[in-house]
């Protein structure tokens, strides 16, 4: 809801107008750039964003990434630099974009959500990336330092794996593929978390727990407002007829698009099986309610009438012929005796005990 | 439902028949006008409807406003000058109108509904506003005076900004855009509300709290009646092949359609978090009752048994010969505290306690 | 369910076996014509069916209304006069058709439900409509005398309308379009239900309520099931080749279009609240359970434990050394008091007070 | 899911193996011939299957009718001359297919259910019945004798009747239509059944009722499944370009399928009510308990303050000097006696009684 | 969930990895070969993966399966040989995949679930099928030894089968059909699992039955998951333009499109019916609920004031008249009577006992 919050600052502004919408989350920006071909791989990071300028024109692939989006300004260098649209500019600003991606015949751009489980508050943190295309380069923007890149960066390093051979474009389907593997990560974890209250609602169905399957729902109603968008996201990029993507990079993409399916089933399943939490959770208070009414119904079903009989010897009348009879004590403990037996036996009839 | 009510009045009337539907916000219609090119910019309230014919045939853009829809000869007035049809005329009075765009070759008609969030009631007032386009013209009208159009007036102010230098067609974007940013607004009140909500309802379930809930539900089931409508309209804008839409437009209508599908999902989110309300809220109903019921059984079951106990010895037979033993009542508190914590220990074991 | 009483009473007949399937509302068949064009106006009331037959080849608009279906044979005699399929004939007769049209060249057949809101049943009745358009001629039918046609007979008797300068086509548009601003008005009848049920619910929930908005419910769900088909209806009657419906009643016919999703948008907007309604029953139940329950265990965890106290003082053991104290007495008042005092701030503590 | 059971025991078998699988309803198949033409009409009732063999090439239509299907042997003669897959007899000796049409050029097979309402097991029985439709001919295959076709066969009997001057698609019609109006019949007893549930519910929920409720459901649930797959069959029969079927009989399809709507929408309401049933009995229930809880507390709450009055003045101080006060005894009575008024106002107050 | 453990630590490797997702289950791999046309047929084991690399050139039909994914190699070499994308290999050892077909000109990749019922853990276990279909072979590969294709292996054994004049297709086919059929098998056991828990919920709803029910329901959620994308598997092979799949074979993939809508429906009934088990469930426990409150209500409102009037008369007050009366003690007895009778007759009206 937060981003809904900041994005109302910014209602009636001209479109195009740059600023950032979303949590400051680091002090300056952080600009990074590898560079390779099939030879040669260098990587450095950049003190000021001009340093990326001179790799628009050359042959071998530049991933430039952006960590930070506050500072408006290196937004708007890249952009004048890169001939990116000032709507996209803006899209990139602001981190509360629905996944998509746009076709700007000289670019692609592509939106769309890293999310990962943070142990500490034992919730799913989540963080815009916008990735942009051009022919021999992809320029990456993130809200904050680390990622889910680093295998990628570690594949690029080895000179002998495919993605040296490969162009842009098949960095762009890396890039994607490994945060869309990031997503089996979380709903791994999600699923513990389902498989756990599962056994805990079952067992003792407290209020705090009543709280974690809302908070559970609540994440995964998160994680399918930004996985279903990303099927036709994908699905549009492996049937764009841009000559940013290579006919070879297809069949990857393809793959990406198995593996969302893949995400979304799995999200739909905890999607039911959370419902079913709460179900059992209620059922769960229903038959510790009975039990309580149970024990309450059985003492108070055989005491009250034991106690009706004390209290009638119990009267000062002055005549009670049995309060004379030397047998009445002993018999009026029988009668109760006999009483609270015959309750029992109803009880038991009853499968209450 | 008052839409409905005023509606049902007109019922077997011929078509374009022009009866204002709806509440009578205020005492006279304000009609105000601002024309502008490139180079200037003019802006007057006018007295007279007929004032602002003049402009039908300027090259530079004019925006006519109209605020108040009582005053029917007003808007014939218009209607008669500027060509628009009986049956348009009779949906901009009609104020129960769905959102929807038609085009007329010489003018498009474009209704929608315009939120905003009323502090005072702590709800959400809505008011339709009809839009024509015409070659050079914007034509708005609606309900009350005061509008979310303040941001746009300021914008065509200043002589720098891209809106002076586009068409009427541009015009028309930035007034839908800026109805949809006030979506935006909205949209953090109710998510501000239902974390309150959330709050609230978890610690002390009152009857207030499930009418709040339900307020806040038939809200989202508004704006969803709304919003739908609104992503085919302006999908329909941007798909049109109207010449009234410039191709350079285009790409902003698109803006605004990625927005419109932000709010839808909003809502999405908004609406299964509210049925969650419930949810809790009936939990913890059920949840409090259950510790109720705790209560009195451990009252009643501790004190149920001892108190026959206590009757058993306020007998009066003759023949108790308890009751002359020297020991006896001291034992009979033993045996009655010995009875107490075995109770309190099953109750312990049981996790009542 | 009436209808598929009736309905299934034909089982196995051959199909156009003209039989009456539906309740005989009035005695005899009433047949009323009304033909005028742009200079004159007639109506009269028909004796024998065959006096309308001359006005089929007349150049005016002549609009024949039967009501009553029951007399087989008048409906025969107009099938065999105007060319009408004996299925056709066979649908006007069995009044539980799903609104549709067909179209069947020489003419057109549309059949709907027209619904009134009868206030001494509180509740919807409904009648099938059918509706033949021939080239200059409507033929309506309908189950009993009464109907919501008088708006437009009005409008046919000023010559002044549009509806005297156009065909028969717009005169099946108007019939129509009174249809449908009748729904407006059932609608509003039915929000308002729904409002006095809202605070009746919250305040009181009885059995009663119950029944009301089950019946509501049912109300709503009969309301569906006559309204969506009528969309489909529409939609085939503007988007028809025909040469049955000029080119100048198919913007009329997308008004009434844009009316009926009104209908249906407010119709699922009540079944939302309908179905919220029932919510709000059931934790009003539950509220008022959890209140008579606190009430009970406040007296009686205040009581049960004060009468124990009562009790140890009544037995009769002969060595009970506090009975012979002179400040016992008072000081049980007081252990008493205290507790009562401890278990009203417990309460008072835990909000149940 | 007797039928499943059946099913499991053919697997994997090769395709086209002719196993029957379903109940044996009859000892022996019965084989019926009707074989007619606009002047003559003979029926029989065949010995042997090969006795229907010479009407292959007769143009006269003819319809032989096949109950029992557990002799595999007549089915396989059936196939052998008729050239019938062997796909299409597995398909009609097992009964548990879905409803669907097939065209094999030669021939045209169709499969649906024909449901009966049993008064003595107050459910429903189904049971399947495969058509194979020929240029001049129409076999049905149904599971035991006794179907809804007898209308059908009197009409055949009829020689004026146009069934008589139709070709073998009209036969073929004609039995799907007297199936479909059978569904009426069904329909019309189960809403009988929900209405009077309805009244039962509301005044006593007992638990047979709740199992009344559930067969009810399944049965609906039942229904839906064989009646969703007869709109695609039929659909799929009136748009088939197959020589099968002529011109003339698409028309009299085109009216079944309204039919088949009008049981879809009735089966949809159904359910809705069906579930409208549930929440009735839940509500119920809950009502009652409630009852049952404000007897309880109301004698509870009047009473316990009292008997704790009772108790004190029961105690045995020596030195208690109420009871030696004369008025003492009348003046505790009026004190429980003005105890219990004003308890009994504020049960009032609350509407508890 | 355990699929999305093992994906989860493939996160980040480049695509085409081989690397095995899933738990292993035997200790080594198991080959075994089938070769067969309409004259000859062979069978043997393999001990070395490159025993049946020969096979790939003989015009005769070749059946491979392996049994085992966890030895890569044998699944590498077995891709070099006939030329199958390292993605595929991928997809064949991460036992995760949804079911899918790829058609990759030269092979088609089929992937899809076979599931089995386990009695003794009485549950459904799944494994991964994947397929590969060549001109003349059907490669299989499975997770463990054991499957359901002895049948298709005893029909290729058998000479006189129309397998063995059928293709490499039908064998594709053919084992997907044995998979299908095995599908009714596993419905067949929760068809009659939900029976048999129909009747103990209703008798006695124990916490025991509410967790055999989630049970139930999360295998209706799994059984789901890999059914419906079958029917587009299957769809896809019927429509597929490939030659690998020949004319004469699509009609039986149309059966086996059948089966699987026959599956998916009787799912979908399941589904509803568990969801029907959870209502019967809860209203059992109310009903339970309400039976005690009632004993408890009837026992507590019976004996309250009767006890209430035992303890009046045990007051010990020196001036109580009653005391002294010689009819007080019967008399009292008889009010006691009375006030039970009349609340048991009070009860009996409310019917309550």
Known sequence: MKGNKKRAKKAGLAPGTLV??????IDKPRITLIDYDQESCQEKELKKVEECFPFKITPSVSWINIDGLHDVKVIEKIGARYDV??????????????????????????????????????????????LILRDTMVISFQESVGDVFDAVRERIRNATLRIRKMGADYLLYALIDSIVDHYFIVLEKL????????????????????????????????????????????????????????????????????????????????????????????????????????VLTIIATIFIPLTFIAGIYGMNFEYMPELKYKWAYPTVWLVMLVTGIIMLIFFRKRKWL
């Open 20 to 25: 950032h919408i979303g949590e400051q989350k």
């Open 85 to 130: 649209s000032s709507l996209v500019l803006e899209d990139i600003l602001h981190t509360t974009q629905r996944p998509k991606m746009e076709d700007h015949d000289s670019y692609m751009y592509v939106v769309l959500k890293m999310i990962r489980y943070d142990d500490q508050q034992a919730g799913i943190t989540m963080e815009q990336i916008s």
């Open 191 to 294: 699923g513990e978390n389902i498989e756990v209250l599962q056994e805990q609602v079952a067992e003792n169905p407290t209020e705090d727990l009543l709280h974690q399957i809302h908070k559970l729902k609540r994440e995964v109603i998160l994680l399918r407002k930004v996985i279903w968008p990303l099927r036709e996201l994908v699905g549009n990029l492996q049937r764009s007829e841009s000559e940013l993507i290579r006919e070879s990079t297809e069949m990857f993409l393809k793959d990406v698009y198995d593996h969302i399916f893949q995400v979304i089933d799995t999200t739909e399943t905890y999607r039911e099986m959370v419902s079913g939490l709460l179900d059992i959770y209620l059922s769960s208070i229903s038959n510790r309610m009975n039990a309580v009414m149970k």
